[in-house]
């Protein structure tokens, strides 16, 4: 038995519960363990995500993250929390917002969630009917999840500095342009901020194209240095700015930047689900 089938059948499957009806679910606060968080304010940071992920495809949050409490002990007392009845999507989405960096049991959720979901994905004609905030966060939670598995390819290719390999990408799609550069030009602290959440959808989808052709040529081409991999990188970066220059689109850089940053839109949605 592999290691990802092993972890399935000792962790996921053990603590899948089966209601009333015989549907398949899953308590948040088991899953935070099993995930390897030790606080709930981070997990929950991690659920919040996911509700705005399920939310922007046009899927009732409710359905998949139904509130639930759970009564625990503290010291010689007891005392209830909030926990949460998951969906399998539900579990699907949390550990695709989660970090496989931070915790190894997260890569391995994210193979045994995938089943079966990817028919929940957003189809064109839905992202089509998304307001420009809602594209945004849909395609930066995209971003987000496919740079994960980008470093993961790059680490096994080579890579130790990962913001030297970055800034090759961003200088082959942005004509020259480091990430430091393009934060300054924005107007944005790249220190604190990161310049992927001031950008627009459309800039985020030339970024994604970027992301995910590397991530490609990096395994196809069994690429081993630090140096090929910036070098294909840049190369990625400067073949997505020629075909975007080929079809008469606008250059990144002379793309506007929003005025509302990605973390102040998830606020406004999570306000928006927590009211409802």
């Known amino acids: 038995m592999n290691s990802i089938e092993e972890y399935k059948e000792k962790t996921f499957?053990?603590?899948?519960?089966?209601?009333?009806?015989?549907?398949e679910y899953w308590e948040a606060r088991e899953l935070?363990?099993?995930?390897?968080?030790?606080?709930?304010?981070?997990?929950?940071?991690?659920?919040n995500k996911a509700k705005i992920s399920c939310k922007l495809s046009n899927i009732n949050v409710e359905d998949?993250?139904?509130?639930?409490?759970?009564?625990?002990?503290?010291?010689?007392?007891?005392?209830?929390?909030?926990?949460?009845?998951?969906?399998?999507?539900?579990?699907?989405?949390?550990v695709q917002n989660a970090s496989p960096a931070r915790h190894k049991s997260v890569a391995l959720g994210q193979t045994y969630f995938a089943v079966q979901t990817r028919k929940?994905?957003?189809?064109?004609?839905?992202?089509?009917?998304?307001?420009?905030?809602?594209?945004?966060?849909?395609?930066?939670?995209?971003v987000k999840n496919k740079n994960k598995y980008l470093f993961d390819t790059a680490k096994k290719s080579g890579v130790q500095n990962y913001g030297k390999f970055n800034d090759y990408g961003y200088r082959g799609l942005y004509d020259?342009?480091?990430?430091?550069?393009?934060?300054?030009?924005?107007?944005?602290?790249?220190?604190?901020e990161d310049i992927l959440?001031?950008?627009?959808?459309?800039?985020?989808?030339?970024?994604?194209f970027r992301i995910t052709q590397t991530d490609?040529?990096?395994?196809?081409?069994?690429?081993?240095?630090?140096?090929?991999?910036?070098?294909?990188?840049?190369?990625?970066?400067?073949?997505?700015?020629?075909?975007?220059?080929?079809i008469g689109g606008t250059m990144p850089e002379n793309l506007?930047?929003?005025?509302?940053?990605?973390?102040?839109?998830?606020?406004?949605?999570?306000?928006?689900?927590?009211?409802?």
């Open 216 to 246: 490609e040529v990096l395994k196809n081409q069994n690429i081993n240095s630090e140096n090929d991999a910036c070098i294909t990188h840049h190369k990625v970066g400067q073949a997505v700015r020629q075909t975007i220059k080929k």
């Open 256 to 276: 506007p930047t929003p005025e509302k940053s990605i973390k102040e839109i998830e606020k406004e949605e999570l306000k928006k689900i927590s009211n409802k």
């Open 32 to 47: 935070m363990v099993a995930l390897e968080y030790s606080k709930w304010e981070h997990f929950a940071k991690v659920i």
């Open 176 to 192: 020259g342009e480091t990430a430091k550069q393009i934060a300054k030009r924005k107007g944005i602290d790249s220190d604190k």
């Open 64 to 94: 998949h993250f139904p509130v639930k409490g759970k009564i625990v002990k503290s010291g010689a007392t007891t005392k209830e929390v909030i926990d949460y009845k998951l969906s399998r999507y539900a579990c699907y989405l949390i």
């Open 13 to 23: 499957e053990e603590i899948k519960h089966m209601d009333e009806l015989g549907n």
């Open 120 to 142: 929940m994905e957003i189809t064109q004609q839905e992202y089509s009917k998304l307001s420009e905030d809602e594209k945004r966060l849909y395609t930066r939670i995209n």
């Open 197 to 208: 959440d001031y950008m627009g959808s459309t800039e985020l989808a030339a970024n994604l």
